[in-house]
């Protein structure tokens, strides 16, 4: 059978990367690849340290090679995207070499302030394919590497059961008339903590921050969740609340994110029909030129009369049918079979 390895710093979590990943895996098996997952943190099946981000030091070429030997595809997550850990980067970029290789690319170093001063990555060789995750970055490569890279837009299942909103609400402690907003992020600068909490203390409504603090945020997020008025729910995502029981149970969703890669909880939302306010991140313009009916961040008037009024059904059925057509499974194994045929890759 043929083999392909997904890696990354980390997969099997519940980050943007990983989900990603995850619809990666199960389109790949579905073509008929035998799937394995290596990182340096997570549940994957092969684990290798030094691909952590928080390693202290890189992994050895031969444990990468020992991870991959047995490998016809590998598609690589991010690794060679965001300088995260530039010692396993260099690493596997050397195994990689002349070997068939999609790079994934999500948040590439220019389109970060901290890693703006980086050119290394992402690198290339004539073996490898790129893909982005958004036209912006699709231009960029183009524009800033002379990298050609194909458009493959994160997938979502546009037919997911909706949750369970009672029974959730219960679990959290959430009375029937209590305003309960989602902020479904990890706790980290450029996700606009500040602006969700602002927006939920004009509200009465109480904050729902499922993730948990990252990048060194935790001190910030302390002072902020000590100084606010709202009541302050920090349940993580689990077996016993899915990401579906999420949206089912608040009454709107938050995302005033800076940047984004791509940022899947508008899309999501659209799926399991809530209202979401959405900042203006660079990425979501593009996004919003497919015509999404979202609610901008700093209108506390909308987002009141959808907390009063409830959200528009004709508004939110146009979303859903939004991203069915844009960002369903089924468009994802469409693009990605073509990208594999393309270069000869498919079993």
Not at 91 to 96: I, Y
Not at 114 to 123: D, V
Request: with cysteine; hydrophobic share 45%.
């Amino acid at each position: 059978m043929t083999t392909a390895a997904i890696v990354s710093f980390r997969l099997g979590r519940a980050d943007g990367v990983s989900v990603v990943a995850e619809r990666w895996r199960m389109a790949l098996t579905g073509f008929g690849f035998e799937v394995v997952t290596v990182a340096g943190d997570g549940p994957v099946d092969r684990v290798v340290p030094g691909l952590a981000i928080p390693a202290v030091d890189a992994p050895s070429v031969a444990e990468v090679k020992g991870a991959l030997d047995d490998i016809d595809l590998v598609v690589v997550e991010n690794l060679l995207t965001i300088p995260m850990h530039l010692g396993a980067s260099r690493v596997v970029a050397e195994v990689l070499r002349g070997r068939p290789a999609i790079l994934h690319h999500h948040d590439p170093p220019w389109q970060r302030a901290r890693y703006a001063h980086i050119t290394e990555l992402p690198p290339d060789d004539a073996a490898w394919r790129h893909v982005v995750i958004n036209e912006l970055t699709r231009r960029e490569m183009r524009e800033r590497l002379g990298i050609g890279a194909t458009y493959i837009a994160n997938a979502f299942d546009v037919d997911a059961p909706l949750g369970d909103r009672d029974r959730t609400r219960a679990l959290l402690g959430v009375t029937d008339g209590e305003r309960l907003l989602l902020h479904p992020v990890r706790a980290i600068e450029r996700k606009g903590v500040p602006v969700a909490l602002e927006l939920v203390e004009a509200l009465g409504a109480t904050y729902w921050l499922p993730g948990p603090a990252e990048d060194g945020y935790g001190p910030t997020l302390d002072r902020l969740l000590r100084a606010t008025s709202a009541r302050v729910l920090r349940h993580a995502f689990d077996d016993g609340i899915t990401a579906a029981d999420a949206y089912a149970a608040c009454d709107a969703v938050l995302f005033p994110s800076t940047w984004e890669g791509f940022g899947n909880p508008p899309i999501e939302a659209a799926i399991h029909e809530r209202a979401v306010a959405v900042g203006d991140y660079p990425v979501a313009a593009g996004l919003r030129a497919l015509g999404f009916r979202w609610l901008p961040t700093d209108d506390v008037a909308a987002l009141e009369r959808v907390l009063a009024r409830g959200a528009d059904p004709d508004d939110l059925a146009h979303n859903h049918a939004l991203a069915r057509a844009h960002f369903s499974l089924d468009r994802l194994h469409v693009d990605l079979r073509a990208l594999l045929a393309s270069a000869g890759w498919l079993p």
